[in-house]
């Protein structure tokens, strides 16, 4: 939609230049493949400090999981994939368990 609107109708944008909630190290696909690599890291995120006490995935930044599922078109024209919908909220509940202290 955002493409859309932006090239296809020639609506008015501005791009963001700063980002202050990813690690770098996620930051730079997003920079790299919509922002021309023009993104930049405010200063909070790349302090040492800038860590969660939460510990995951042996502390990398982020994972790629393969999901079996199918895409497909919903009748609004979106497309959808169930089983990674599922996986991502499976993921979510997990995370909110741990941030509890709960396990299992």
Known sequence: ???????DCNHKYTMLDVQYRMRPAIS???SARFYSSNLKNGPNVVRQDYNGSTHLLND???AFLQVSGEERQS???SFENPAEAETVANLVSDLQRMSRGQTG
Do not use: A, V
């Open 28 to 30: 730079q696909f997003p």
């Open 60 to 62: 990398q930044h982020f």
């Open 1 to 7: 939609l955002h493409e859309r609107l932006m090239f």
């Open 75 to 77: 009748h609004s024209g």
